[in-house]
């Protein structure tokens, strides 16, 4: 590119550098298209409207914020039937409250998606107007090409040597001045491919809320069935829950009990040869907020002493708001997706999905409250696989974690909990 233009080969190898610049340019304006500019809204009232969406969504955030508070104080409370009751109520409220943000998030991203296709049209202008000059700078070396052979013809044919001294320089300006032009215009073409990547990754969110507000929605539904249960199974008197939570304490810790009997041996099974390297990131943290949201640990944590029998916790707690989206942690095939709920309501794992992973791990993801895919899905790193709920025996909305050895992992039938995933349990902060 800085060199000079003195035959026909270099003459042809900036005709290449224009093709390979203008060929993108082609590309992004077939990405582009329904990325236009609104006829009926001005640059400047896309800009007021985002700002006052971007308002909304503050105040949103804010109300969410103050039901999520609750979630710290939740575990380890005394359970009664007006605090459960309560808790439907909140959840329903919160989930609510949630899909408004998704409605204004999806509108909000509308509007910078046509706000960008402001920005695209700018910049599709100046990249023609600078193509424009190319050209015309190129058909200027295409007349004077015999020229640029031999210096010395130019000079032979000047009438004097102030002549011959100017049409030369005259030749270097222009090779000059179309270096700075394919430079600048490469710079262009990079902005406005940007622009167009910006404007995909705003169009996938788009979808992603709608994904969300579909599920969110049905979340609700389930949240609303379960109060009116709730309210006919005990017929609204304290002494009736009462009497069924002290029978489902009994269940919970039986239950909790088979399962880390049979866990405790499978940790002792675990060869560390067939594991991935105990490195930070192996694993994605399964829902946004990661380690600042973890309201239990691994092993024998307070409250796993306090509150199991067995004093071991199999995995980490995610405390978050049910509908929370749950990804996954690494590529692998969903080997089950199971709902414990389905045979002994509230006493195990509820809702949950294992996914075998790539690397000879297994991920369980339990508690939830909307699986959306099944089993022998292919699932990539990151993507959202249900949501985060309160099913199975959970004193608050969260999400449970745990990481097993593949090779230990298996889904055991029991007799009163359906079947049951099993296996060597490891702790998932080590890959997380």
């Not at 710079?187 to 169009?203: G, H, L, M, P």
């Not at 192996?282 to 004093?311: C, H």
């Not at 294992?354 to 369980?364: D, Q, R």
Request: aromatic fraction near 6%; glycine fraction near 6%.
């Amino acid at each position: 590119m800085k060199g000079k233009i003195s035959s026909k080969k270099h003459f042809a190898a900036y005709l290449t550098v224009v093709f390979m610049i203008s060929g993108p340019f082609v590309f992004a304006q077939n990405l582009s298209q329904g990325t236009t500019t609104p006829a009926s809204m001005s640059r400047d009232d896309l800009a007021s409207q985002i700002q006052e969406k971007a308002k909304q969504l503050e105040s949103i955030d804010k109300q969410l914020q103050s039901t999520r508070a609750t979630l710290k104080s939740v575990k380890g409370e005394k359970a009664t039937l007006q605090k459960e009751l309560n808790n439907l109520t909140s959840n329903i409220n919160q989930l609510n409250l949630s899909l408004k943000s998704d409605e204004i998030n999806i509108q909000k991203l509308f509007l910078e998606v046509e706000s960008l296709g402001y920005d695209l049209e700018d910049i599709g202008n100046s990249i023609q107007d600078k193509k424009n000059a190319i050209e015309k700078i190129l058909l200027e070396f295409q007349k004077n090409e015999h020229k640029n052979n031999n210096l010395l013809l130019i000079f032979l044919r000047s009438s004097s040597l102030a002549d011959g001294v100017l049409e030369t320089q005259t030749l270097n300006n222009l090779q000059s001045q179309l270096v700075v032009d394919v430079g600048s215009l490469r710079s262009i073409q990079d902005e406005y491919s940007q622009k167009i990547q910006i404007a995909s990754s705003k169009k996938n969110s788009i979808e992603s809320h709608k994904r969300d507000s579909e599920n969110k929605k049905l979340i609700v539904q389930d949240q609303q069935e379960e109060r009116t249960t709730l309210l006919k199974q005990t017929k609204n008197k304290e002494s009736v829950f009462a009497q069924q939570v002290t029978q489902l304490e009994k269940l919970q810790q039986q239950i909790a009990n088979e399962i880390e009997a049979l866990d405790s041996v499978l940790r002792t099974k675990i060869d560390p040869a067939t594991l991935p390297p105990l490195i930070s990131g192996v694993l994605l943290m399964p829902i946004e907020g990661g380690k600042n949201v973890i309201s239990q640990g691994y092993g024998r944590t307070d409250f796993a002493q306090s509150t199991y029998k067995s004093k071991w916790h199999n995995g980490i707690d995610f405390g978050i708001p049910i509908g929370t989206p749950v990804m996954a942690a690494e590529d692998g095939v969903a080997a089950a997706v199971g709902n414990n709920d389905l045979y002994c309501p509230k006493a195990a794992y509820g809702r949950f999905i294992a996914i075998k992973n790539n690397n000879n791990l297994v991920t369980l993801y339990a508690h939830m409250s909307r699986q959306i895919v099944q089993v022998g899905q292919q699932v990539k790193r990151g993507e959202v696989i249900g949501y985060s709920g309160k099913t199975g025996w959970a004193t608050g909305p969260h999400l449970h974690f745990t990481v097993f050895a593949a090779p230990t992992f298996y889904m055991r039938p029991t007799k009163n909990c359906g079947p049951m995933p099993q296996g060597g349990d490891i702790n998932p902060m080590g890959y997380l």
